[in-house]
């Protein structure tokens, strides 16, 4: 599984983004996928996600302002960043994790930098 996000960038407080992750590969053995970010000197944290139970889960510090959503048929996956705050800067990092029997393994795309600032 490969995973390559785009779509960061410098946007005001209050303003928008989308990020985009292109999904390739195995796609179709993936059992969750998401979004985590990691701001300076943070642990990385799981911002929104599709679980393996087909539901998905946001961070509570983004619910109401951030939406997941994925074209299967495009093998997509997108974050639809709304109302955005300086405590949103961070990178962003497309996730996918898969498992096989006893094994798991976690995938990861390059990160896509976030700024939010006036």
């Known amino acids: 599984v490969q995973l390559q996000a785009y779509g960061g960038g410098l946007v005001e407080p209050g303003g928008s983004l989308r990020l985009s992750c292109a999904v390739s590969g195995s796609v179709f053995d993936i059992n969750a996928m998401g979004w985590y970010r990691q701001a300076p000197g943070k642990q990385r944290e799981l911002v929104a996600a599709?679980?393996?139970?087909?539901?998905?889960n946001y961070i509570d510090s983004v619910k109401g302002r951030f939406a997941i959503s994925r074209d299967d048929a495009m093998n997509m996956m997108y974050l639809q960043m709304n109302s955005l705050k300086p405590e949103d800067t961070a990178v962003y990092y497309c996730?996918?994790?898969?498992?096989?029997?006893?094994?798991?393994?976690?995938?990861w795309g390059q990160g896509t930098q976030v700024t939010v600032s006036s």
């Open positions: 599709f679980t393996s139970g087909g539901s998905i």
């Open positions: 996730w996918a994790y898969r498992y096989a029997g006893d094994s798991e393994f976690d995938y």
